[in-house]
């Protein structure tokens, strides 16, 4: 119909979805991102700066919390529903945080709105899959891929100007007007067909899942200031009794939150565990090289992250060049080699950086890290969804998304130790401070060019060898995610779209759809 592929789409229909479902994906994406040029004025507001980390922090938990829950229920309640449950979830929390009269409301507001936006990009893709046949989706994908790369690049840019000319409250305020968009849009265009399954949430599950994960992402956010601290050793031994628990639940759970049967299939495990590897590159070292430029070279914020671009330019070759190449051959598994292959070289050769870098060295390895990243962010998601039953579409979609998120929190923790331990061993190495001292050097890009020359020079390069390091375990990992594209199986993908199984299964309703 109207010269789509689509069971009861038409062309028009088909764009309005994939318009709606890239806008929420947006805005959902850059909440993350969004934020981070806002904080030091609200910060200043509240005079709560010993509590600005938690802001980050409430929202990537309940995001992480969120995301499978939320998909498994739209496996069992209809997409279109949940989605649109998600979507003002989202919208709702986004108005209370630019209500917020103190910085514990805000990151009270900050939970709920978590919560909501953390399952939106996982709900996007699942109703691409029921749309979409796998061969197809590939031609798509890009634009949700670059829409989620595009958020954690522009956001700084985008809250810098609302702080600039508004106020810290419409960097929440503007989700509301365009997200009742995306969901006026939604609600009318999209229309899915949705044998509706009588089964019980696995809420057991869904609590252990959520203590297991909210302990982890504390005692991470706590633990850069000291990983051997009782409290965060009581928090990660939480996490790993819940985690326990957890599979122990699920494995005798009618409908598990995550079903672990998924990760017998090599296909999903595969997709799985490159997924988590870029997603360390993407969410964990992104903020890195901005620090860099700021802290090293001394450019402004927004020049920062105008200097981010080549990363994008790789984000977009990958994502469409791949998405077509998978739609014109019908194969996944020779691109994440390939894209893995180039991000293990670029970032060794970003890994080599010093205090005066040119940046016309970094320029071609952003490229190849941006698009080694999408590379993988590409094929993993058709490569699992591809491997499932129309029944398990949203479950597997949002576990591929949550395993990449934590792959980006892990990573993120891990890296900010690599950085805090070179500052505070390097620094002290060039010059007579204490470790608590060279900390202390560690200011706005104004102060630290303001500093004697010694005392620069010092910072400039220990900025630098820290940031390298951290480039140097994200080659690391990407190496790792080389071997686990080396054994993803390549098989045929599905010509047929979920839509056309659902709508089969109403004319046809099966004994065993229930089960």
Known sequence: MGGTTVPGFTNRQLWLVLGSLMLSVLLASMEISIISTALPTIVGEFQAFESFAWVGTSYIVTAAIGTPILGKMSDLYGRRTVFLSTLGIFIFGSLLCGFAQSMNQLIAFRAVQGFGGGAIQALAFAILGDILPPRERGRYIGYFTLAFVGAALLGPLIGGFIIDHFSWPWIFFINVPLGLLAGAVAWRALQLPFPRRKAKIDWSGAATLSI????????????????????????????????????????RAEEPIIPLRLFSDRAVLTATLIGMSAGTIAFGAGQFLPLYFQDSLFVSPTESGLRMLPQMIGVTLGTFGIGRLIAKTGRCKPWPIAGTAIAVVSALVIAGISGDTAYSTLFFPMIGLGFGMASVFTTSSIVAQNAVEFRDLGVVTSTIMFFRSLGGSLGLAVFG????????????????????????LIRSPEEIEALPLIERTAVIDSVAIGVGRVYLVCAGVMAFGFVVALLLPERPLRARAGISDAMEQQQHPSPAAGE
Do not use: H
């Open 417 to 440: 130790t690599i950085l805090n331990g070179a500052i505070r061993s390097e620094i002290p190495a060039r010059i007579d401070v204490s470790a608590e001292e060279a900390s202390d």
């Open 212 to 251: 297991a994960i909210g302990a982890v992402m504390i005692a991470l956010e706590v633990g850069q200031d000291g990983w051997t601290e009782t409290p965060v050793l009581v928090l990660f031994g939480v996490g790993l009794l819940t985690t326990l628990a957890f599979v122990l639940i699920e494995q």
